[in-house]
């Protein structure tokens, strides 16, 4: 059973940092594409950052471009997200994702297995 388990969300203020990690069991890890969406309330699940699977090639949205990270440590199954210069518009549950087809993909339909989410809020 695939079980993506994310954690580190939670309350910060605008200009601030929070690291997320989202920790992986049940697949070969070092298999999969990993990826980071998000969801505020009233719109449609967005594309935030992907990872390959060895950490080679990343990919980001525009809007976090110069303020988010994404990186992954293979041997301990978790991928992150650091999350600098927060604005309120970041405010969302964020979501970890895997993809299996090796290929680094902005589209959510690709992706095969979701965590449950955390939730992040940037105050002004």
């Known amino acids: 059973q695939v079980q993506l388990v994310e954690s580190g969300g939670g309350l910060v203020q605008a200009g601030g940092s929070l690291r997320l990690s989202c920790a992986a069991s049940?697949?070969?890890?070092?298999?999969?594409?990993m990826g980071w969406f998000r969801q505020a309330p009233g719109k449609e699940r967005e594309f935030v950052a992907a990872i390959s699977w060895n950490g080679g090639s990343t990919a980001y949205a525009d809007f976090v471009k110069g303020r988010f990270t994404i990186s992954r440590t293979n041997a301990k199954n978790t991928v992150y997200l650091q999350m600098n210069s927060l604005k309120p518009e970041d405010t969302a549950v964020y979501y970890c994702a895997a993809e299996g087809s090796l290929v680094i993909t902005q589209s959510a339909m690709m992706y095969d297995y979701w965590g449950q989410g955390t939730q992040v809020t940037v105050s002004s």
């Open positions: 049940g697949l070969t890890f070092s298999r999969y594409v």
